[in-house]
């Protein structure tokens, strides 16, 4: 059996870390800020943002929780990211995606300012991590990488697969584990003989948002396998990865749930504290 990488655990040291910090700029007179904005009521969307303004709120973030009707024109959307963009009292500025039809994802995205974009989705925030310069991370990918640092499980040198070529998740996943030192394939819906890369693979990210597409005779024995999808059938919620069968071959694996998905909104809370010390002019790596 694979040993089980406990992302719910590890997403609470993580957010015991944040709240620390936190605590030491409250006592500095200086409290960070998180604004997240969600247009409509897409059912998942929902329950994300409420645990991402319960999450903040624990640690000691102020945290405030902007819902607008599915209607809202995408004018009044960016002319509020504008207004919180010189807002003081917020460091971190997320919309929750995936957006309404009538919205461009792109043009939203760049409307929020990259100093504030803890959600790393920015342009110049995706530049800066292609060029290896300080910024903010996708909280998915950082989360990931958070948890196999957790683990104590090295990716130098290591054959590294990630399936999905997402912006959110498989980009970005690529492009940390590169600068990790690990040896990176990208594969994708169009891959040919999949199956041929996922057997080489040390190390397997699955984010293709197809359920239980990872099966055991794919999977190299040994390997750590990290399972990004959240998919609902039947109204169950199950990653891309079969667990009755990867489980018997992999090293390591991380369940759905319970697994990526906690860190996920850790690590929203790391970027708003970051980002809120980038601002103060304090001591961070993330400058941009
Ligand atoms: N602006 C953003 N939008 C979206 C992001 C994002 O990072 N920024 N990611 C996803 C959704 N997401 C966060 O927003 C997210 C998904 C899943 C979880 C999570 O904790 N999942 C649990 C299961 C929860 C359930 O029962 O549904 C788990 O895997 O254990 C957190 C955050 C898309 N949009």
Request: hydrophobic share 45%.
């Amino acid at each position: 059996m694979a040993q089980l990488i406990d992302g719910k655990q590890w997403a609470l040291v993580s957010r015991e870390e944040t709240a620390k910090t936190v605590s030491d700029l409250k006592t500095n007179g200086f409290t960070p800020g998180l604004v997240v904005i969600l247009l409509g009521e897409h059912p998942a969307s929902m329950s994300y943002v409420k645990g991402k303004d319960k999450a903040a709120t624990a640690v000691g973030i102020h945290s405030e929780l902007i819902q607008l009707p599915t209607s809202t024109t995408e004018a009044a959307l960016l002319q509020l990211i504008e207004r919180l963009n010189h807002d003081d009292r917020y460091h971190g500025i997320l919309v929750q995606l995936p957006l309404p039809q009538h919205m461009n994802e792109e043009t939203v995205i760049r409307a929020i300012s990259p100093q504030k974009d803890v959600d790393g989705f920015h342009p110049l925030n995706v530049g800066a991590l292609t060029s290896g310069l300080p910024g903010f991370i996708p909280c998915t990918p950082l989360g990931v990488m958070k948890l196999l640092a957790y683990e104590g499980i090295s990716v130098e040198g290591k054959n590294a697969v990630v399936i999905g070529r997402s912006n959110i998740v498989g980009k970005p996943m690529a492009q940390l584990l590169l600068r990790a030192n690990a040896t990176v394939t990208i594969c994708h819906s169009k891959t040919h003989n999949l199956a041929s890369f996922t057997r080489e693979a040390d190390l397997l990210i699955a984010a293709i948002g197809r359920p239980n597409f990872i099966t055991g005779d794919i999977v190299k024995p040994g390997a750590t396998v990290i399972d990004v999808g959240i998919n609902r059938v039947d109204g169950k919620l199950c990653g891309d990865v079969e667990f009755s069968t990867v489980d018997h071959v992999a090293g390591f694996l991380t369940p759905v749930p319970g697994g990526v998905g906690p860190m996920t909104i850790a690590m929203l809370l790391h970027n708003t504290v970051e980002a809120a010390m980038l601002m103060a002019n304090m001591d961070t790596d993330k400058a941009l």
